[in-house]
Every structure is written in C-alpha cells, then in structure tokens.
C-alpha cells in the first residue's frame, strides 16, 4: 500500500540569460534595511535548494533558473586500481525553475541506470516571528523517476513502462537557531511500481535529517542522513549519510561531499546505496549551481527578514 506523503570551475566562464546574470546567494538571502514590526522572516535556513544529496525546504524565487551539474566519483576504497574512485563517476545534469517564490520545480538526467527525473516543490509555512510566528520553515516535494537502461539480455520478459517508473514524496521540516545552525527533518517515501524480488517492499519508507552549521562568512559544514526502517528497505542496503561543505562564490553555490550513496535523485541514493560509509565505501562528490533572472526583478518586500 502506497503511504503518500502529502506533499568550480564548469560553470567559471560567465554566463548571461536574457541579459541578467544572477548572485543566487543575494537571492536566497536577501536583507532589506527596511524596518518593520509586522513580519521577520527567517531567510538561508540553508544555502541551496539542496543540503547535499536530498533537497532542502528551500524553493527558488521566481522567475530564476537555476542549472545543476551533480557528480559522484567511485568509492575511495577501490584504491589505485580505479584511482580511489576517480576512474568511475556518475553525473546528473539538470534545471530548476521558480514558479513563484513558494513553488519550483525541476527535472534531469543521470547516468545512473540512465534515469530521468521531474519534480515540483512547494513552501507551505515559513519560519517568521513578529505580528505572525511560524516556528519552522515546511516545504512539500514530490517526485517522479525513469529508468531508460537497455533491457538486460537473456531475460524472459520485456519490462512495461510502467515497471521502469519511481516515485518519492516528502515533508521537508527545517528550523534555523540564530543566525549560524539549521535543522531539517525529512519524512520520505519512494514507491516503486516492480521490484525485483518477491519479498521485496514496493514502498521504501525513511527518515532524514540533515543540518547546517555556518563555519565562515560564505562556508557552511553540512550532515545529511537517511535512516530506512526495518522491514520497508532492500536487503543489502545501507543507510546514506553526506558530510560536505557549502562554499558561496558569487553567482555560484559549490558543495564538496563525502557520501556512500549510489547514484543521484531520491531513488538510487535514498534505496538502493549499498556501500557502508564507516567501513571506507565513501564515494567524493560535488554539486555546482549556476542561477540565471529569466525576467525582471521583482520590488523589494516591505516585510524584514533575518539571515
């Protein structure tokens, strides 16, 4: 039974989009020296609409387009033979786009299992104090994923396009304590239509958490974990976790990771990581986002808003 969870040095050339390039960290951070006594927002929970491998409560303003490059080497522990790593990698490239400033949504390709993915993502609440007090910041993702690999050869029966499908659905829950730590949890579950075995759960349910904790100016140390339960999880898997840092240059938001997870986008990481990052299966990662202004600005807020 299906459980629904309601809802640098690539990008180093500038770049212009209609004419506009972007500081994705003004965007996501943006403070006005207008005072008011009506509404403080709570702004840069975390740095990116990603805390490493999963998304953060996070959504992109509107009108910005925001392209991804997401790489994952091999595990360090394959040693010289494959370089620690560096001989094999999986990469995802895709986009983002900010329907307004509550919602985006987003897609891409990756070399794992050739897999496609779309999703949208929506703000429900935003943590604020003053007139109004929102404790948290609560956002609602869901997600849709492809497999497009070539069907393996000597098999009895040809896969539907129904079998090739995934999908995942969270909350994303986030709290920032003053102006340096932020908490996130992140009920999931990612559903899919066939599995292999007969024993096998159609409905993977997790649990994540992730945080932020800000060491610098422009640089953030970030943990991100997914605990799978007993009983809706692969045998042969392990839980993810993600240590990396968010480093900020300009129009760019880079992050350098240490992961055992296979694969990008809920799916693979979330299910199907069989690496076990305590006993040296940890693969080097880094995520690269370059935000583009699709069109005008919009006026500044008359609301203040706390970094």
Not at 2 to 14: A, E
Not at 61 to 77: C, E, M, N, T
Request: aromatic share 10%; net charge positive.
């Amino acid at each position: 039974m299906i459980l629904l969870l309601t809802l640098s040095s690539v990008f180093i050339v500038p770049c212009r989009l209609l004419g506009q390039n972007v500081n994705l960290d003004s965007l996501l951070a943006t403070e006005t020296k207008e005072k008011t006594s009506d509404v403080n927002k709570v702004t840069s929970t975390f740095k990116s609409t990603r805390v490493s491998n999963g998304h953060s409560v996070e959504t992109l303003p509107a009108k910005i387009l925001d392209i991804k490059i997401q790489h994952r080497f091999g595990y360090v522990s394959d040693g010289w033979s494959q370089f620690f790593g560096l001989d094999n990698a999986t990469i995802r490239i895709g986009a983002d786009y900010g329907i307004t400033d509550r919602l985006m949504i987003g897609g891409g390709r990756a070399s794992y299992d050739k897999q496609w993915d779309v999703f949208a993502k929506y703000k429900l609440l935003e943590q604020q104090t003053g007139k109004k007090n929102v404790p948290l910041t609560l956002s609602l993702l869901a997600s849709a994923m492809i497999e497009t690999m070539p069907t393996e050869e000597g098999l009895n029966y040809k896969p539907y396009f129904s079998d090739r499908l995934f999908y995942a659905f969270q909350v994303l829950m986030a709290r920032k304590f003053g102006s340096a730590f932020s908490l996130q949890l992140m009920p999931t579950v990612v559903h899919y239509n066939s599995v292999k075995g007969a024993n096998d759960p159609n409905d993977i349910i997790s649990l994540g958490g992730a945080t932020s904790l800000k060491i610098a100016k422009r640089t953030s140390l970030v943990l991100e974990y997914y605990y799978n339960l007993p009983g809706y999880k692969f045998d042969g898997t392990k839980n993810v976790l993600s240590v990396g840092f968010d480093i900020e240059t300009g129009g760019h938001v880079f992050q350098l990771l240490l992961t055992n997870g296979s694969g990008i986008a809920e799916r693979p990481f979330i299910t199907e990581s069989t690496g076990d990052f305590f006993n040296g299966d940890i693969r080097i990662g880094f995520n690269i986002s370059r935000a583009f202004q699709t069109g005008s600005k919009k006026k500044k807020q008359t609301s203040s808003q706390i970094e």
